[in-house]
């Protein structure tokens, strides 16, 4: 098994402060709003009450896939925190603006938050096992990845694998073997010293 802690240490990123966070379709919707108005995303996720990422000083962050799985999307540096009552004037703006809910202004905080570049050639490409604690969209753990594609994904896995929407996730998991077999990826950075560790 090859776990995103794994690939973070490959890619020379230290995961001791990374928390893994896995966004839901709430508010808005996450991977076109990523690839769509990146702005809009990083206000979204900007929002959050205090300590929420607790001690972290990245985060590394997914959409959600297709059932208990999650699509990578980039990692985020934690440069600071602002407690509700701190929240400059302009903060009911950047809501409006972006058309998030107005009550944030009263209850959030908000992240400073710079996108790191070390990973974002695995963006929308690495899919990762988020389990069935779906619910629990911050965490500290590992996960084990499923799959690097060649491409960034677009398309819910099931539709590229060919498979109807409420396949399992065994089924899942035997369908995407069976595409690296015939796609043989490899991470582009790094086959050359990790090629053992690849099917």
Do not use: C
């Given at each position: 098994m090859i776990s995103i802690r794994k690939i973070f240490e490959m890619y020379g990123v230290n995961s001791?402060?990374?928390?893994?966070?896995r966004h839901t379709n709430k508010e808005i919707t996450i991977l076109e709003t990523f690839e769509n108005n990146l702005e809009r995303f990083e206000?979204?996720?900007?929002?959050?009450p205090s300590n929420k990422y607790g001690n972290a000083t990245r985060i590394a962050v997914f959409s959600s896939y297709h059932k208990t799985t999650a699509l990578f999307l980039g990692l985020w540096d934690i440069t600071g925190f602002t407690e509700n009552s701190?929240?400059?004037?302009?903060?009911?703006?950047?809501?409006e603006k972006h058309k998030l809910p107005q009550?944030?202004?009263?209850?959030?905080?908000?992240y400073m938050l710079k996108m790191n570049p070390l990973l974002?050639?695995?963006?929308?490409?690495?899919?990762?096992?988020?389990?069935?604690?779906?619910?629990?969209?911050?965490?500290?753990?590992?996960k084990e990845v499923l799959e690097i594609a060649k491409e960034a994904r677009h398309e819910k896995v099931t539709e590229l694998l060919g498979l109807e929407e409420e396949a399992g996730k065994d089924e899942v998991k035997e369908a995407m073997s069976e595409?690296?077999?015939?796609?043989?990826?490899?991470?582009?950075?790094?086959?050359?010293?990790?090629?053992?560790?690849?099917?």
């Amino acid at each position: 098994m090859i776990s995103i802690r794994k690939i973070f240490e490959m890619y020379g990123v230290n995961s001791e402060g990374i928390k893994l966070v896995r966004h839901t379709n709430k508010e808005i919707t996450i991977l076109e709003t990523f690839e769509n108005n990146l702005e809009r995303f990083e206000a979204y996720q900007s929002f959050q009450p205090s300590n929420k990422y607790g001690n972290a000083t990245r985060i590394a962050v997914f959409s959600s896939y297709h059932k208990t799985t999650a699509l990578f999307l980039g990692l985020w540096d934690i440069t600071g925190f602002t407690e509700n009552s701190n929240l400059p004037k302009n903060s009911i703006d950047v809501l409006e603006k972006h058309k998030l809910p107005q009550n944030w202004i009263n209850e959030l905080g908000r992240y400073m938050l710079k996108m790191n570049p070390l990973l974002q050639d695995l963006s929308r490409r690495l899919v990762i096992e988020w389990g069935a604690g779906t619910l629990a969209w911050i965490q500290s753990g590992d996960k084990e990845v499923l799959e690097i594609a060649k491409e960034a994904r677009h398309e819910k896995v099931t539709e590229l694998l060919g498979l109807e929407e409420e396949a399992g996730k065994d089924e899942v998991k035997e369908a995407m073997s069976e595409w690296r077999e015939e796609n043989h990826w490899l991470f582009p950075k790094i086959k050359q010293k990790f090629r053992f560790m690849f099917p």
